[in-house]
Nanobody
Framework: QVQLVESGGGLVQAGGSLRLSCAAS????????MAWYRQAPGKQRELVAYIATVGTTKYADSVKGRFTISRGNAENTMYLQMDSLKPEDTAVYYC?????????WGQGTQVTVSS
């Protein structure tokens, strides 16, 4: 089993920055990839950014150039640096680990961007 805990969410003004963290525990070997998703009220959950174990990254068009996904020195950590935040970035942000074909999700952290 894998347990994920997100942190770093909060309230920020438009144009500001936040850094989200995701810490994994449990069976964290043989991870295939890690990702950040978000879900705004009334909308479907969407992929924000993905990072493979080899370091390849992928971003949603809406966040390209503003968000940066990275992994920590420890294999069990992942970050999302969010700059130039916009009100439309307001959502609950979730981290996900793909391990041996299965998805593991965190509980989410709220990010609210005021105009």
């Amino acid at each position: 089993q894998v347990q994920l805990v997100e942190s770093g969410g909060g309230l920020v003004q438009a144009g500001g920055s936040l850094r989200l963290s995701c810490a994994a525990s449990g069976s964290i070997s043989r991870i295939n990839g890690m990702a950040w998703y978000r879900q705004a009220p009334g909308k479907q959950r969407e992929l924000v950014a993905y990072i493979a174990t080899v370091g390849t990254t992928k971003y949603a068009d809406s966040v390209k150039g503003r968000f940066t996904i990275s992994r920590g020195n420890a294999e069990n950590t992942m970050y999302l640096q969010m700059d130039s935040l916009k009100p439309e970035d307001t959502a609950v942000y979730y981290c996900k680990i793909i391990r041996q074909g299965l998805d593991y999700w965190g509980q989410g952290t709220q990010v609210t961007v005021s105009s």
